[in-house]
């Protein structure tokens, strides 16, 4: 069984930093992608930003320039630093693994919410 330990969110106000990590533990395919979604009520979970375990990433237009996503393999953690925080930036936070071989796997979620 796989689990992901998300933490790092929190208030911070518009302009401030925040950095995500993400722990991963249990029996993980190596080869994987690990990326941050969020979601705010009434709207569907998006895709802010992914890493491959080779170390290709992708973000989010919105997020570009401002976030950074990162991942430690030898200790299955993926890190979203978030810089230049806006207030449409605020939602749950969630950390997700996509092995090569095997289902999808969800942290619990992390709020971060951005004051102007």
């Known amino acids: 069984q796989v689990q992901l330990v998300e933490s790092g969110g929190g208030l911070v106000q518009a302009g401030g930093s925040l950095t995500l990590s993400c722990a991963a533990s249990?029996?993980?395919?190596?080869?994987?992608?690990m990326g941050w979604y969020r979601q705010v009520p009434g709207k569907q979970r998006e895709l802010v930003a992914g890493i491959s375990s080779g170390g290709n990433t992708a973000y989010a237009d919105s997020v570009k320039g401002r976030f950074t996503i990162s991942r430690d393999n030898a200790k299955n953690t993926v890190y979203l630093q978030m810089n230049s925080l806006k207030p449409e930036d605020t939602a749950v936070y969630y950390c997700?693994?996509?092995?090569?071989?095997?289902?999808?796997?969800w942290g619990q979620g992390t709020q971060v919410t951005v004051s102007s």
């Open positions: 997700n693994l996509n092995p090569q071989y095997g289902p999808l796997y």
């Open positions: 249990g029996s993980i395919f190596s080869i994987n992608v």
